[in-house]
């Protein structure tokens, strides 16, 4: 079965440390990938995403993510995080398979910055 | 619209009720989809439509839920006879295509008494 893994539930920090988000996929088929953040009482904002091309992908916020075939992975990073940026973090991934390429969400990690 | 929104924002009903959500998606966008965010379950697919055909109902998790799409546009989703398990955030996500972004909504959160 197709799936999704962020290892970490929870990753406290300080402010303006560096910061990295584990995500790994499950598949040999092609994949499409994305990150999603979820500020409390609000809905999904896009990040960032990689479709195809460079494996390094910037995004909003000053969050950039890997794309590593070889270790189906796509690991989320930022080298100084904000208070601001204290919210939920979703990786999630589009498997070219079947018809009706659904997101595959991971569990998600919780991000807390500490002043 | 300038983005997916969704009605109600919340929902409290009675257990064995009906409910219908409705979901408008982004102008032009021909993909749509419906997710359910809880606690136990996380992020959950639930079903998806290209224009007004569903291709993809896998993830509905009983025949108590059903979902249309009318003039590739406004989406409905309906639960019968709700239960307490039902009660969870409701998210619809629209795109242009198959395999690009999903746009997503500010989600309806049920809740079955």
């Known amino acids: 079965a197709q799936s999704v893994t962020q290892l970490d539930s929870q990753v406290p920090v300080f402010e303006e440390a560096p910061v990295e988000l584990r995500c790994n996929y499950s598949?040999?088929?092609?994949?499409?990938l994305f990150w999603y953040v979820q500020y409390p009482n609000q809905g999904l904002q896009l990040l960032l995403k990689?479709?195809?091309?460079?494996?390094l992908v910037k995004g909003i916020n000053g969050f950039e993510a890997e794309f590593n075939k070889s270790q189906t992975s796509f690991h989320l990073r930022k080298p100084s995080v904000h208070i601001s940026d204290t919210a939920e973090y979703f990786c999630?991934?589009?498997?070219?398979?079947?018809?009706?390429?659904?997101?595959?969400f991971g569990s998600g990690t919780q991000l807390t910055v500490l002043p | 619209g300038a983005g997916v929104s969704q009605s109600p924002s919340n929902k409290v009903t009675e257990k064995g009720k009906d409910v219908e959500l409705r979901c408008d998606p982004i102008?032009?966008?021909?993909?749509l989809y419906w997710y359910r965010q809880s606690l136990g379950q996380g992020l959950e697919f639930l079903i998806y439509?290209?224009?007004?055909?569903?291709?993809?109902k896998s993830g509905l998790p009983s025949d108590r839920f059903s979902a249309e799409r009318t003039g590739g546009s406004v989406s409905t989703l309906t639960i019968q006879r709700t239960q307490q398990e039902d009660s969870a955030v409701y998210l619809c996500a629209s795109s242009l295509g198959r395999n690009n972004e999903q746009f997503f909504g500010p989600g309806t959160r049920l809740t079955v008494l």
């Open positions: 439509f290209q224009g007004n055909s569903a291709p993809d």
């Open positions: 598949s040999s088929v092609s994949v499409y």
């Open positions: 999630a991934v589009i498997f070219e398979t079947g018809s009706a390429r659904q997101l595959t």
């Open positions: 990689y479709l195809s091309g460079s494996t």
């Open positions: 102008s032009g966008h021909t993909a």
